[in-house]
C-alpha cells in the first residue's frame, strides 16, 4: 500500500494512519487546513506539552488536531468506499468499506457538528472507536471493518459482529 502526500487531500478525505506495527489503524476526518477530527482513546502520554501549531494534548474524545498530531510521525492513507467485496475481504481490515459515501460537505460538516455536541458517545477500543467515527461521518452508519474482520468477512462473522455492536449501543445508550 502506498503512502499517500499531504498534498494529496481533500476536506472530506477518510484517512488514516497505521500503528503498533500495523496491528491497527488511527482513523479521522480531513477538513482542510491541515486539520483532522477524530475520536481519540485514552492515552498513555498525559504530559506532553501542547502542539504549537494546534494546541491539543493527548486526551480522550473528540479532537480537532493538525495533521501532524493525528499522524503522530506514521504514514498517512486514503480510506476506499465503495470497493467491491472481494476487495473488501481481501484488502488490510481498516482500509476500506462497500459502502457508498456521502459528498465531502456533508462528511465536513458531519465531523464539525459531531466535534461540537460531542455526541458520539465514548470510545470503546472494539465497539465505538475512531473507524466508527469516520465511517459515520462519511456513510451515516458506525463500522469498524477492523473489529468486523475479526468476526470474519463472512455471514456468520457479520452477524456476530453486528448482534455485538447492537447490544453495546443498547448498554452504552
Known amino acids: 500500500m502506498k503512502a499517500l502526500r499531504r498534498d494529496a487531500l481533500q476536506p472530506g478525505d477518510h484517512i488514516y494512519s497505521n ?9 479521522g476526518i480531513y477538513v482542510g487546513d491541515d486539520m483532522v477530527i477524530h475520536l481519540m482513546g485514552p492515552s498513555k502520554v498525559y504530559n506532553r506539552s501542547p502542539c504549537k ?27 476506499e ?9 481481501f484488502k488490510r481490515h481498516g482500509s476500506c468499506s462497500t459502502r457508498y459515501c456521502n459528498p465531502a ?18 470510545y470503546n477500543f472494539f465497539l465505538n472507536n475512531c473507524e466508527d467515527f469516520a465511517v ?29 455492536k447492537g447490544i453495546y449501543e443498547i448498554v452504552a445508550d
Open 53 to 79: 501549531k494546534c494546541g491539543y494534548t493527548p486526551q480522550s474524545g473528540i479532537f480537532k488536531t493538525c495533521l501532524d498530531c493525528f499522524l503522530e510521525g506514521h504514514s498517512l492513507y486514503r480510506y
Open 81 to 89: 468506499y465503495d470497493v467491491s467485496y472481494m476487495k473488501l475481504v
Open 105 to 122: 460537505n456533508e462528511v465536513v460538516e458531519t465531523a464539525h457538528r459531531l466535534l461540537e455536541d460531542k455526541s458520539f458517545g465514548d
Open 136 to 164: 459515520y461521518c462519511k456513510t451515516g452508519e458506525k463500522m469498524s471493518n477492523q473489529t468486523a474482520g475479526l468476526f470474519g468477512f463472512n455471514p456468520v462473522g457479520l452477524v456476530g459482529y453486528a448482534v455485538t
Open 19 to 27: 500503528r503498533k506495527l500495523r496491528l491497527y489503524s488511527h482513523h
